[in-house]
C-alpha cells in the first residue's frame, strides 16, 4: 500500500467518459434542502440545460449511522428523480469527510500538522491518508454506494471522495511516520542509500536505523531539504494509494468511468498529477479564479493549459468552477457581468468539453452560505440565473466543438517536484517562486498568441518547434537529455535562470550552472546574485528586470543583453547559441525581466523557431484554436476594455451570425468562430 508508485504505471481496460456536447453540470447538494425543493430543482435543471449532476459529495453522515446501517431513500430518489430528467449523474462515493460518530469512536483517524498538534473535525477532510481504520470505514462505504449503484443507467462517471489533498495532504501524526517509513524502504532499500540520498553528513543528521526517521515536522531550524522533498513525493503517492482504493472497490460493480477532481489551481501543490493522470478515466479539474493573484485571467489559462497536458491533449473535465464570488478568499468578488461565460469559454477554448460548476443552489447555511452559484440566494429573478440561462443556450450551440483539440506547437515544461524543490525553505531567494516564473512566461507565450502545451519533463517533445523550460529547478538527466534531443532534432529552446541546477535528490551537480544544460546552452554561470524586491536592474537592450541576476560567462553563445547595473553588471543576461547543421537555437535568460521586456525576448524567440502565431491576441484578448480532422474553432476572448475588429471568415457560434472577413468583438465579449475552411 505505501510503495512509491511507478510513474508509467497504467490501469489496462480503461473505460472513457463519453461527452455529450460540451457538458454542463453542478454539484448538488439536495441533502441541504427540503425533499420538497428537490423537483423545483430538477426541473429548473432542465430548464437552464443541465446534463450532468455531481451527487453524494459530502453524503456520508446523511447515509450512515453509527450502527453502521444504511439508508439510501434519499439518494435513491435524487438519482431517480435525475434520470427521468434526462440528466446524467456523477456520483460521489461519499467519503470526502467522515461523519462525526466515527472521528469521536477513532480520534485515531485525525490529521497532524507540522508542529505535531491535531486538527479536529467540525470543518472538512478531517482524516489521515495514512489511517487503516480510515480507509477500512470508507472503503465500506464506498461498496456500499457501488453495490447499489454500480449498474445504475444514470451513473455516468463516478467521482471517488472530492479534492482529494485539497486540506489534509500532509499528515505528520505517528501513523504516517510508518507509513513514511515503508515508503523510503522501497524508494531506498537500506539506510545506507537513504543518507546518501538525503545528504545527512550535513548537520550530523546521519541515521542508523529506520526507526529513526519521521515525518518533517517543524525544527527549530530549517529540515533536511531531501527528507521534506521525499515527504512530498509520498504525500501525494499515499493519497494516490487511497484514490486506487477506492477505485478498486468501484470496479468490482461497475463498469462506469471513474475519476476525483484535480485542483490544478495557484495554491494547492501537493499533489504530482503528473503521476495521478494515468490513473483517472477522465481528467477533471476544479479551478476558480484567485484574486490575490496579479493577473488570474492568466493563471487561469494557464491551469487550463496545464489540464489538457494532464490529458494528453483530449478533451478533459472543468468539473468546478463559479458563477461569481467564492467564499474562501480574503476579499470575495463578484463576476463582471458576461465574464461568466468569458471564463467559461475559456477552458472549453483550451479543451474542456465539460462544464461544471460548484454548486446548483446556493447553500444558506454552513462555512459556504456566501459562495455563489447557479441559483443564488436571489432566485431565478437575477442577472446570474439569466447568465446561467444563456451560458445554457451558448453550450448548446457549441456542442459541435466538442471531441476537436487544441494543437500547439510550442511545449512549456513543468513539474509539481520541481516546485516542491525550488520552494523550498534556504533559497536563493524567497522573493522569486517558481510559479512566477512559470506564468510569466506563459503569460507573455499566450499574449503573443503562441499555442502551448505545458508537458511533463521526459515527455515526447518531438513535433514541437520550442521548448520553453521556466525555472525547472530539479530535472533528472535523462529528462534534461529530452530537451537536448529536441533541439539536435531542429526545435529551438528558451530555458530560464534557477533550472537544471539539482538532480531528483536535491543534490547540486557542481562544475558551473546548469551543468546539465551547459553545453546545450554554451554557457557557464559562477554564481547567484538576486536583487532585493523592489530594485530595478537594467539591460543594455533598455529593458528592466528585477529580482534576479547571475554572474555567468557565455563561452559558446551569443550575448543578446547584458546586466548594465546591479550585482551582475556587464555580464550577460540573455544568451543564444545559434544551431548549426540542423540544430535548434538554445537561448537562455538569467534574469526576471519586466513585461514588456520578456514581450520582446519571447517575440524573437518565436519568430526565430517559426512558432505559429494567431492574430490579435495580446495580454487582455485570448485567441486559441481547436481543431479536429475536418474543422477548426477559433476562441476569441476579450477580456479587455476596447472593442476589437479580429479577421475572420466562418460562423459565430454565440451569436449565430456569419462573418465574412472580420468580426467586431466588444469589449467583455467572447466569440467562437467555425472557420471557413474554404477561404
Ligand atoms: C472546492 C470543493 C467544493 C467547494 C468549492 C468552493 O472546489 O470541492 O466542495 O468547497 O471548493 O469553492
Known amino acids: 500500500m505505501n510503495r512509491p508508485l511507478a510513474t508509467t504505471e497504467r490501469s489496462l481496460a480503461r473505460p472513457r467518459y463519453e461527452h455529450r456536447g460540451i457538458d454542463f453540470g453542478c454539484d448538488y447538494n439536495p441533502e441541504q434542502w427540503d425533499r420538497s425543493v428537490w423537483r423545483e430543482d430538477v426541473a429548473l435543471m432542465r430548464e437552464v440545460g443541465i446534463s450532468l449532476v455531481a451527487v453524494n459529495i459530502f453524503g456520508w453522515s446523511e447515509l450512515q449511522s453509527p450502527d453502521g446501517s444504511l439508508d439510501f431513500s434519499g439518494l435513491d430518489e435524487i438519482i431517480g428523480l435525475l434520470h427521468d430528467a434526462g440528466i446524467r449523474v456523477n456520483l460521489g462515493t461519499g467519503t470526502a469527510s467522515p461523519p462525526p460518530w466515527l472521528t469521536t469512536r477513532h480520534p485515531e483517524i485525525l490529521p497532524v500538522v507540522s508542529d505535531g498538534t491535531t486538527r479536529f473535525p467540525g470543518g472538512r477532510q478531517a482524516w489521515c491518508p495514512s489511517s487503516p481504520v480510515f480507509r477500512q470505514y470508507a472503503l465500506a462505504l464506498v461498496d456500499a454506494v457501488a453495490e447499489r449503484y454500480g449498474e445504475h443507467p444514470a451513473v455516468a462517471l463516478w467521482h471517488v471522495s472530492n479534492e482529494l489533498g485539497c486540506h489534509n495532504a500532509l499528515c505528520y501524526c505517528d501513523r504516517s511516520a510508518a507509513a513514511f517509513r515503508e515508503w523510503l524502504r522501497a524508494r531506498y532499500g ?71 477532481n484535480f485542483m490544478v489551481t495557484a495554491h494547492i501543490r501537493e499533489l504530482d498529477y503528473w503521476t495521478w493522470a494515468p490513473e483517472v478515466d477522465v481528467i477533471a479539474n476544479d479551478h476558480y479564479l484567485d484574486h490575490r493573484l496579479e493577473h488570474p485571467a492568466a493563471e487561469l489559462a494557464f491551469a487550463a493549459d496545464l489540464t489538457r497536458g494532464l490529458s494528453h491533449g483530449a478533451p478533459w473535465m472543468l468539473m468546478e468552477h463559479s458563477t461569481g464570488s467564492v467564499n474562501w478568499q480574503p476579499h470575495n468578488l463578484a463576476k463582471a457581468p458576461g465574464q461568466m461565460l468569458r471564463d467559461s469559454l475559456q477552458h472549453v477554448a483550451r479543451g474542456a468539453d465539460s462544464l461544471c460548476f460548484f454548486q446548483w443552489r446556493a447553500s444558506v447555511q454552513g462555512s459556504e452560505k456566501f459562495h ?242 494567431l492574430a490579435d491576441a495580446h495580454a487582455d484578448v485570448d485567441v486559441v484554436r481547436r481543431a479536429g480532422t475536418d474543422r477548426t474553432y477559433r476562441f476569441i476572448i476579450n477580456n479587455g476594455t476596447d472593442d476589437l475588429v479580429h479577421r475572420a471568415r466562418g460562423t459565430d457560434l454565440v451569436t449565430g451570425e456569419g462573418v465574412s472577413g472580420s468580426i467586431r468583438i466588444p469589449a467583455g465579449a467572447v466569440r467562437v468562430i467555425r472557420e471557413d475552411m474554404t477561404s
Open 190 to 260: 537500506s539506510i545506507a542509500a537513504l543518507n546518501r540520498a538525503w545528504g545527512t553528513s550535513f548537520w550530523s543528521q546521519r541515521y542508523t536505523d529506520w526507526e529513526e526517521i519521521g515525518t518533517p515536522r517543524l525544527t527549530l531550524s530549517t529540515r533536511n531539504p531531501g527528507q521534506v522533498l521525499d515527504f512530498s513525493r509520498f504525500s501525494s503517492d499515499e493519497l494516490l494509494s487511497y484514490y486506487r482504493a477506492e477505485q478498486a472497490v468501484i470496479r468490482r460493480h461497475s463498469s462506469a468511468p471513474i475519476t476525483t
Open 372 to 613: 455563489s452559484a447557479l441559483i443564488p440566494h436571489a432566485g431565478t429573478d437575477s442577472a446570474l440565473w439569466r447568465e446561467a440561462l444563456e451560458l445554457g443556450d451558448v453550450l448548446e450551440r457549441l456542442g459541435e466543438v466538442a471531441g476537436t483539440r487544441v494543437v500547439a506547437d510550442v511545449a512549456l515544461l513543468f513539474s509539481w517536484e520541481a516546485w516542491w524543490a525550488a520552494d523550498a525553505e534556504n533559497r536563493p531567494s524567497e522573493a522569486v517562486s517558481y510559479l512566477d516564473q512559470v506564468w510569466a512566461i506563459h503569460r507573455a507565450l499566450r499574449a503573443a498568441g503562441a499555442e502551448v502545451d505545458v508537458v511533463r519533463p521526459g515527455a515526447d517533445l518531438s513535433g514541437y518547434r520550442l521548448i520553453v523550460v521556466p525555472g525547472l529547478h530539479l530535472v533528472r538527466d535523462q529528462e534534461a537529455a529530452t530537451v537536448d534531443a529536441a533541439v539536435a532534432a531542429g526545435a529551438h529552446t528558451l530555458i530560464t535562470f534557477y533550472s537544471g541546477i539539482v538532480d531528483e535528490n536535491d543534490r547540486v551537480r557542481p562544475g558551473g550552472y546548469p551543468a546539465v544544460w551547459r553545453d546545450l546552452l554554451g554557457i557557464r554561470v559562477e554564481e547567484f546574485a538576486p536583487v532585493l524586491p523592489g530594485d530595478v536592474v537594467s539591460l543594455e537592450s533598455g529593458g528592466r528586470a528585477s529580482l534576479w541576476t547571475e554572474r555567468m560567462v557565455a563561452h559558446d553563445a551569443d550575448v543578446v543583453d547584458r546586466f548594465v547595473g546591479g550585482p551582475a553588471a556587464g555580464m550577460p543576461a540573455l544568451t543564444r547559441r545559434r544551431g548549426t547543421a540542423g540544430d535548434g537555437d538554445a537561448w537562455y535568460l538569467g534574469t526576471f525581466p519586466d513585461e514588456a521586456a520578456l514581450a520582446r525576448i519571447l517575440d524573437d524567440v518565436l519568430t526565430a523557431a517559426g512558432a505559429n502565431r
